[in-house]
């Protein structure tokens, strides 16, 4: 056991130091600048395209006082449920109405999705607006409080409580699924990484000399952990960078995220271990694959389904989000692969502690069969070492008494 | 498995699918020698020191290394070279022999202690510091075979360790064998130039299709053919030519034929009294060479003759 925690030591040393001393692990911290600046350039794209792509106003054809008791009702409407109400635009009625509503159904400045006409008295909309469009429903609660006479409504006062057990569920929830997100993310993109390490190896040829010195198991070990501490690295960086960032940008700072039900504290600590463990796991699925690839281009064939894998794995964890208990979400945590992304979303929502401790267990002894199960494939499928299977061995047997027979 | 013996094989098969690579080798090498695997291309030579040094395991068969069955227990005790060279390009001389060392147990502080003194012995020191893929290949070789010795193993295997040297990096070499040796190792190298074998190995064995078809000294190997006698005679005919074998065969104006069993003495007077005329006689012992090509059959020998000794 000792020789080897030795043997992977050195190989770990290795990758750790080539990894971190080189200039792309500059690139690697740097890494999720990019998505950020992509998220932004982007974003700003996409909300001029929003702005640019005006979704159409509504044509009112009325008299002046019904329109003005129409608008009046829409900006209540907009009051009460902020953006997104649909904007009335008024016309004066011309002797033919057809030719009118033709025109303005064709018109551009502004662009127009349908015509109210008829007043209050007899509304009738023309336009491209199914039945099922929520504009209908808003016209209908424009026109309608068009309609009746208006009052000031009552005001409500309200009496803010530190917490509501509803409030507290859904923002727990919201943790839970941040907190899985960020695990995801991570872990996608190192388990990318990890999938080629053995590449380096393999094509330079050193896989030999290496295989002659230790046991592969040590191999696959030393280099899944190099890479986990290097990615350690990587996410204090990022972090410390996020949680500065929601600090100095955001109201209340770090304090305004919604609790986790177990607490900031061991939520956070429970994160770290989640993060390593679901790294461990999936890395050594990714790890296991890799080895098989005998060129950098294998690698990038399997990688695509290798990806697709990990989203389904956490499609699976996320229906722990909202409801822990429901047999989903404990299937979730039950296997293996998803488990620790399952029981950091758990940890957000439930605040027992216990369960976690078996968590660990379970998914430790999966990385230990995972590893295991890698390195023997290794020598059986790439070395192509080890006694012949007991199927041939009888096959064999079964094929030199044919020829005895013979 | 006997004390006195580094290596023993027993009975080694592999097969790599329906390929039987290695087919019931069975290996004794002596503790201290200097020990050669002779054989063309394909017969399994590296197979079988894969299987030696534990990097495959065998289909079926035993071994035993340096006292243990599973080789890779003994993984400090051996130094590896294989026939495919590989470092990491990017690691510096000093540092790639230390990791080597490091891989076999050695501390790193003690690898770049005795790698600094490797490379100054071999004239590379003021490559210590320079990443390898900035050396040439002969180089990197020499780099690559002091990192199989720089933790001063029991057991040196070495494949094809002559392989893409100059002539004068193949002499260092073979005086780098002799000297480990010297201080106590036990050496087992393949290669496919007979000449090394002859001028290092005490014991070789030849495999040829997977199986050992010689393993003994090279005196051995020599022994099992006659010496050759190259005469040439002023007469052209005469009774003395009875006293030839009727093998003998015309090499330009000699004759070329194995020494008969009573040896030179009867011979010369023989050819004397038959009124030969005797004008040179040369008995030639048979190089290992000839005992390969006597024991392995030409198809073999002349596949290994594809690369010429320096």
Known sequence: MMRLIRSALVIGRRDFSATVLSKAFLFFLLGPVFPLLLGGVFGGIGARVANQTDEGVIAVVSSTADFSRMYSARERLADAMGDGVVRLVHYSPQADLRAQEKKLLASRKPPVRAVLSGGLSHPHLIGAIGRGDPILGQLNLILSGASTAQSNPPRLPVTEAASSSGAEIKDRAVTGQIGQMVLFFLTLFLAGMVMSQLIEEKSNKIIEVIAAAMPIDALFIGKLFAMLAASVIGIIVWVSAGALFIQMFTQGGVRALPAPAVGWGVFLVLGIVYFAMNYLLIGAVMLTIGAQASSAREVQILAMPATFGQFLIFGLASTVVGSPNAPKALAATLFPLSSPMAMLARAAQEPLLWPHLLAFVWQGLWVVLILRLAARMFRKTVLKSGPRSKWRRRSTKTSEAAGQIT | ?310
């Open chain 2, 1 to 310: 498995m006997t004390g006195s013996l580094a290596v023993q094989a027993i009975d080694l098969v592999k097969d790599f699918g329906e390929t039987r690579a290695v087919d019931g080798v069975s290996l004794a090498v002596p503790t201290g020698a200097i020990y050669g695997l002779l054989g063309p291309n394909g017969a399994g030579k590296t197979t079988t020191l894969r299987m030696l040094t534990g990097i495959i395991d065998p289909s079926t068969g035993a071994r035993c290394v340096l006292g243990h069955d599973r080789p890779l227990e003994a993984a400090s005790e051996i130094g590896y070279l294989p026939e495919e060279r590989g470092l990491y390009p990017a690691m510096h001389a000093r540092e790639a022999i230390a990791f080597m060392g490091a891989l076999r147990g050695l501390p790193l502080k003690e690898g770049r202690r005795r790698a600094d003194e490797l490379l100054e012995q071999h004239g590379l020191a003021e490559w210590a510091k320079k990443p390898i893929r900035n050396l040439s290949k002969g180089m990197a070789q020499t780099v690559q075979l002091l990192g199989s010795i720089v933790h001063r193993p029991m057991l040196i295997v070495l494949d094809e360790p002559f392989a893409g040297l100059d002539a004068i990096n193949q002499a260092r070499l073979e005086e780098l064998i002799r000297r480990e040796a010297r201080a106590g190792a036990t050496i087992i190298f393949s290669t496919h130039v007979i000449a090394h074998a002859e001028r290092l190995c005490e014991r070789v064995a030849i495999i040829a299709s997977g199986k050992v078809v010689f393993d003994g000294s090279v005196a051995e190997a020599r022994g099992r053919l006659r010496p050759i006698v190259r005469l040439r005679t002023r007469a052209s005919d005469g009774p003395w030519q009875e006293t030839i074998p009727s093998s003998a065969r015309r090499e330009g104006d000699e004759w070329v034929f194995e020494l008969p069993e009573g040896g030179p003495e009867p011979l010369l007077k023989a050819l004397i009294d038959g009124g030969a005329g005797i004008e040179t006689l040369a008995i030639e012992r048979p190089g290992l060479h000839d005992a390969f090509v006597a024991i392995a059959g030409n198809k073999a020998a002349a596949a290994m003759g594809e690369e010429k000794p320096q």
